[in-house]
């Protein structure tokens, strides 16, 4: 695999808050602006790849108070943070290594910062983005078993991979904190000194290793993997890890760990990155099904407008039916 510091994911996909403010705000614009061309926000996406908006049944031109209502950015916010937790969901009860559920997440990050949940639906999106993953981590899964395994049709799968790998913008190579977990591990045995045979120290490690990577889940929900490199990620892990075990000195381990790999950086310059990742897990948005529900009928109603006119006509077939039956009471 190719080296961190040289990669894509480094040069490009490495951004600022106002990055990624700015990329939601411009998506969401867009997706607002073709409801209001089209009467749809939903996109016709051929299997190459190729996508036009698709043609309304309703009117383009109905009033605005027949046109279904946009997502604001916050409600796409909540929705994408549903579907990042459904990700993990899904790649557990598939038992998929962590590094497949860490770059299915990744791509699912970096698809939503071109395209608005309005214009594709993040269930599908995920979908495809679990089965690229798979794919790049070369732990084959068909597109079949992928989507009898939870339900969904897998044409669904198939036809939006073209479009998510040019969201992608075809980089497909990515780095999780997992993997230098294992490494910062590793090193802490000499730097604690388990490999002079002391068990006791080793156990402690290992059972710190794994609440790191529970940390690391959290942290792969958050903004974090499109902030910070992966090494700063996988020792913000280990320093919550090591809060709840409390195995070593942790200040004393980043000294040695910038003495040897980074002199040029200054500690403080790394202990305000892992404050801010911590910070991010902080404010971890963990949505229920019950807080997306509404903002899921307004997405239904953006990308299919006569769905918007059913669920009207059956509530006031409802209302009518109540009016009769307290009538004839």
């Known amino acids: 695999m190719a080296d961190f510091t040289t990669s894509t994911h480094r040069t490009k996909w490495i951004l600022t808050p106002h990055d990624i403010k700015h990329k939601y705000k411009v998506a969401n614009q867009r997706a607002k602006q073709a409801l209001e061309k089209y009467g749809t926000t939903r996109m016709e996406v051929d299997i190459d790849g190729s996508f036009s908006y698709a043609e309304s049944q309703n009117d383009a031109k109905d009033s605005v108070e027949k046109r279904p209502k946009p997502l604001k950015v916050e409600e796409e916010q909540l929705l994408r943070a549903f579907y990042e937790f459904k990700i993990q969901d899904v790649c557990d009860a598939f038992k998929f290594p962590r590094k497949i559920q860490a770059t299915a997440l990744i791509y699912f990050k970096r698809f939503y910062l071109q395209w608005s949940v309005m214009e594709h639906h993040p269930k599908d999106i995920m979908l495809t983005c679990i089965y690229a993953a798979c794919k790049a981590e070369e732990n084959h899964v068909s597109a079949e078993e992928l989507g009898k395994g939870i339900g969904q049709d897998h044409h669904v799968i198939l036809n939006n991979e073209m479009l998510v790998f040019q969201g992608l913008g075809f980089d497909l190579i990515v780095y999780s904190p997992y993997r230098a977990l294992e490494g910062y591990i590793s090193d802490l045995e000499e730097f604690c000194g388990a490999k002079d045979d002391d068990r006791l120290v080793a156990l402690k490690l290992i059972g710190s290793l794994e609440t790191a990577r529970m940390e690391a889940d959290k942290i792969m929900r958050t903004d974090g993997p499109l902030l910070f490199p ?3 990620l996988a020792l913000t892990a280990l320093h919550r890890a090591n809060a709840v075990h409390g195995i070593f000195d ?5 000294r040695s760990v910038l003495s040897r790999h ?3 950086h200054a500690i403080s310059e790394l202990t305000g990155s892992i404050n801010a990742i911590g910070s991010l897990i ?3 948005l963990i949505p229920t099904s019950k807080d997306v529900k509404h903002i899921d009928w307004k997405l239904k109603s953006c990308l299919d407008p ?11 077939r409802s209302k009518d039916n109540s009016n009769e039956v307290a009538d004839i009471s």
């Open 250 to 254: 942790f200040e004393r381990y980043l």
């Open 262 to 264: 980074q002199p040029a």
């Open 282 to 284: 902080g404010k971890l």
């Open 230 to 232: 992966p090494g700063q």
């Open 306 to 316: 006569g769905s918007h006119d059913k669920r009207k006509k059956r509530k006031h």
